[in-house]
């Protein structure tokens, strides 16, 4: 009987904590595009995968009238940040030219405007969950 009763108090445990967490969607679009060229890479990452590991979400999208957006959907409340990179020949990675500048626009969250490589503290924001919408400038 003990054992029942433990199972059932880890499933109502177990269904309250699922019912808590809440997910939505983050929508992330680049308006300030100079050409049609390629398209427009997007990647979501938390603090220990941030430009080291695979990132949680990733999108990609055309480029309209010089704007591409991408929807992140069913993200769990958390901090990330967003690179978003234009890839004109669609290769899937940044070019650089001979002396190590990037060949190609890249941005991130919270456009912050940095010399060098994105920065986990410039680029991270709060999800509560809900929804959300942002515009990220290269």
Known sequence: ?????VLIAMFLGALMN?????SGNITA???????ADGEVLFAMYT?????KRQPEFVAK???VNGK????????PEGVYAIVVLHDKNKNGKMDFGPGGMPQENYGTSNNSMIYGPPNWGDSKFDFDGSSMEMDIRF
């Open 61 to 63: 999208s055309d480029i």
């Open 29 to 35: 679009s680049v308006s300030n595009i100079s050409n």
């Open 68 to 75: 591409a957006t991408a929807v992140f959907e069913n993200v």
């Open 1 to 5: 009987m003990k054992t029942i009763a």
């Open 47 to 51: 603090e220990d995968t941030f430009m």
């Open 18 to 22: 699922a019912q808590t967490e809440k």
